[in-house]
């Protein structure tokens, strides 16, 4: 079983700052690319930032210049650093990792149960 669990979320005022991490853990053999999105209500998923397993990043257009993403593969754990938040930050926050658990498997999307981030005014 692998798992990715969210930490970090809940409510920050607009203008602030908030760091969520997300740790995988269970049975793998590697992580590739990993990644947050966020859903907010009545809207689809949408990527928020990824990061390959070489550091190499890519953003939403909206979050460029105030979010952070990065990774620290020794701890198998990634993080948003989410700066100048604003009410259109507010959704659900989700984890997500590319993770081959064997040689025999191809590698498998998993996704953490998710965290709330909200911004008030």
């Known amino acids: 079983q692998v798992h990715l669990v969210e930490s970090g979320g809940g409510l920050v005022q607009a203008g602030g700052s908030l760091r969520l991490s997300c740790a995988a853990s269970?049975?793998?053999?590697?992580?590739?690319?990993m990644g947050w999105y966020r859903q907010a209500p009545g809207k689809q998923r949408e990527l928020v930032a990824g990061?390959?397993?070489?550091?190499?990043?890519n953003y939403a257009d909206s979050v460029k210049g105030r979010f952070t993403i990065s990774r620290d593969n020794a701890k198998n754990t990634v993080f948003l650093q989410m700066n100048s938040v604003n009410s259109e930050d507010t959704a659900v926050y989700y984890c997500?990792?590319?993770?081959?658990?064997?040689?025999?498997?191809?590698?498998?999307?998993?996704w953490g149960q998710g965290t709330q981030v909200t911004v008030s005014a």
């Open positions: 997500n990792g590319d993770i081959r658990r064997s040689v025999a498997l191809p590698p498998t999307q998993y």
């Open positions: 269970g049975r793998f053999l590697s992580i590739n690319a």
């Open positions: 990061i390959t397993s070489d550091g190499s990043t």
